[in-house]
């Protein structure tokens, strides 16, 4: 079955940076849509950032410039690296692949403050 297996969050200061990764197994990694979302307390999920199985990417306005999604197809791994991270960036990000139905990390919270 596929999982998606996330790692790289915790807390970090106000314009710091910090690089989470997913790795993926029971599924053809290369073909899929891979993705991150998160959960701020209260509020509904939101898209962070997809990047296609072609290596087309898309981010949210409020990280646009910020953070950078990748992916290294031949470790079956999606990257998310955010920088400049702002209290607002405080949430549980999730990563999450996409072929015919999407399929979810188990979420790890990101906490940005003094």
């Known amino acids: 079955q596929v999982q998606l297996v996330e790692s790289g969050g915790g807390l970090v200061q106000p314009g710091g940076s910090l690089r989470r990764s997913c790795a993926a197994s029971?599924?053809?990694?290369?073909?899929?849509?891979m993705g991150w979302y998160r959960q701020a307390p209260g509020k509904q999920r939101e898209l962070v950032a997809v990047?296609?199985?072609?290596?087309?990417?898309n981010y949210a306005g409020s990280v646009k410039g910020r953070f950078t999604i990748s992916r290294d197809n031949a470790k079956n791994t999606v990257y998310l690296q955010m920088n400049r991270l702002a209290p607002q960036d405080t949430a549980v990000y999730y990563c999450?692949?996409?072929?015919?139905?999407?399929?979810w990390g188990q979420g790890t919270q990101v906490t940005v403050s003094s």
């Open positions: 999450t692949a996409y072929y015919y139905a999407p399929y």
């Open positions: 029971g599924m053809i990694f290369r073909i899929y849509t």
């Open positions: 990047i296609t199985s072609s290596g087309r990417t």
